[in-house]
């Protein structure tokens, strides 16, 4: 299995429920179902049989008791899973929990018999009372949704845990060899209830956040246990107040085991001026997650966030300027949304595109059960199920249990939209997403230079791309795919772009466009490639291609960050095309590393000489060694291939 | 060949001094050798088919986890 950002992160949710069983005497099993996925298609298994197979497997076990989690998009899998298991392993029972079962226990009792029980919301305290009850008196577990005579009842209120007061997760249920980061619980509940959200739903708003000494004797046991340098505190506020902040980022700053660790957290804007973005910058603060979702204050009005969005772009701002970077999240496909709020949003989008720290990216609205929007008016039109990114296409066996109950599986329905037109909402997701990851500079060019900004860019796109009317998958492979990519290239140079374009910066235009294709023929060059000799301590890797360009592309990246365009003067540098585990890269070289890649295959005195003037100023060893440094740094890289007969 | 064997000797003791440099140095070269990154994306791609895996993986890749953890645990 490779490291996958995704499927080797562990994840805390089942593990804080392991956690809970354990402290009651059990013996728990856990069992991936991401990594079993992804390891049935990697060993060229059909999707369609995974969930007989994953079942066969898990019935084998054959337990008193199968536990699932629960969210919203994947809910039909681990329905139709519970259902395959119960035929397979008739004598288990069957119980979910999580945040889609929690809010839909009793519709999901009605339509999926096979489940036995749903215990709701947080089971840190009701797990024990389940285990004591479940068979005799299901009516005293909290949360307990069970059947009496057939029908689905809920059990009475539910209980929020004292955050003091819970179980340690079980981490060493999960492979850690394979986490580059520690996910660590910061607390529980939020104190805000945005329209949109379900986090109230599930934790209600008893907004509990861990002690810094608490959270901070975590991360120095776990970091020290797994050897890992990075955590993440899991929670959807962690801060929300600049005094909360600032004394936990004084307590991190006084321990000295934490130098080295690296940290992210999710947070609320409003609070984080120029100091506290010095601060956060001192304590190893890695990554802010901020929850922008519109640009439009009438839509945050509606939703009821209510945040300042100039405010949040000026946070991102100075958490840039320290360098600390940040995750700007928006949501479009409000139904209240006017084109003039969807502009808005773009617009919003444009300005924390060109922050190089900061990452922008953009989900349709799920409508989620519970929350302020209603499950009354919804449509099934396949553009949807897509909030949390997560799972395999919808099977049509699958979209047929999804469209008999809106109710269940309700973030696969999109909402009516009042004002918009649902297939360019949802087309602009894709654009968005897609063009920020694969043309992220190029498409910042765009709307800065183009006339009219990003709407007008958008709209130049969506009238060009004859896509529209097409379901999520179909966007999924077209997006992702080469024809996505060599459409966008020519689109940058076509007619209704150019045109738009003031004149200054066409040659601009062309050399981006020409940086971002270098990868064009990329997969041939690979073919043809061989090993070269040289008499010196490395080689080029052979997979690694260069080209000299007119300009630089950092430089140009500068100016598209600042607050005016003004065009760089032609300067010659170098783009290398590579490979490094399973990514290809293409990469503006640095002088220093031209420079050795160049002359790296001649004898170490001559490439000694070509670099000298380009290494570091004032270094105190020797420039030998510097010299190796580099050239295992681009070993590292994948740039250069070391005679490993030397190194040994 | 003289030319070579001298160039791997050579070689042999440079790389074994790269202790000598100090973390702060080792920094600095780094950041010297740190281009700009211009894109990065997975060879699966490249090849212009998304099978299954990339279509569920790509915007896995793009979109922040960090929001949709615990408890929204992901279940293929």
Known sequence: MHKHPVYSAPQLGVLVVAGVFRELGWKVTLIDSNREYLHHLESGGKIEDFCELFCTRLAAHAPDLFGFSSICNSYYLTLSIAKLLKQKSSGSRILLGGPQASATAAATLDLCPEVDFVLCGEVDSSLREFVRYCDTAPERVPGLAYRRDGAPLVSAERVFPSIDKMAPAAYDLWDMSLAENIPIEGGRGCPFSCKFCSTSVFFGRSYRIKRPEQLIADVIELTARYGIEKVSFVHDNLFVSHRQCEDFCNAWLAERALARIRWSCSMRVGFVDEELAVLLSKANCDGVFIGIESGSMDIQRTIAKRIDVDQAVDMIRALARHGVHSTAAYIIGFPEESPDDFALTLETYAQTLRISHCKSQVSLLAVLPGTGYSIEDLTLDGAHSNISHQGPPLLPEHAAVVRSSPLVFSGHFAPRLRHLDPDRVAETEFVLNYSFSVFRWLFVFLTRSVEGGIVAVLNAWLSLAPRLKRGLDSRFAYYSSREFQIDFLRFCESPPVVSKLYATFLPLLRFLVEAYSQDEDYSKALKSAATQEGSGPAVLNPSVRIKVVSHSFSEIVAMLEGPELIVPPERSARIATYVRDNDLIVEELTPLASAILEAADRLPEQLAETCATLLPPALKGSRKAALNYCLRELSGKGLLHLDEAMTA | ?76
């Open chain 2, 1 to 76: 060949m003289v030319k070579e064997i001298k160039a791997r000797v050579s070689v042999q003791v440079t790389l074994d001094n790269s202790a000598d440099l100090t973390e702060e140095e080792k920094k600095a070269i780094a950041s010297a050798l740190s281009g700009t990154l211009i894109k990065q994306m997975t060879l699966d791609s490249l090849q212009g088919e998304p099978g299954a895996t990339a279509n569920a993986t790509i915007l896995h890749d793009m979109i922040d986890m960090h929001h949709h953890e615990s408890p929204h645990t992901p279940v293929a």
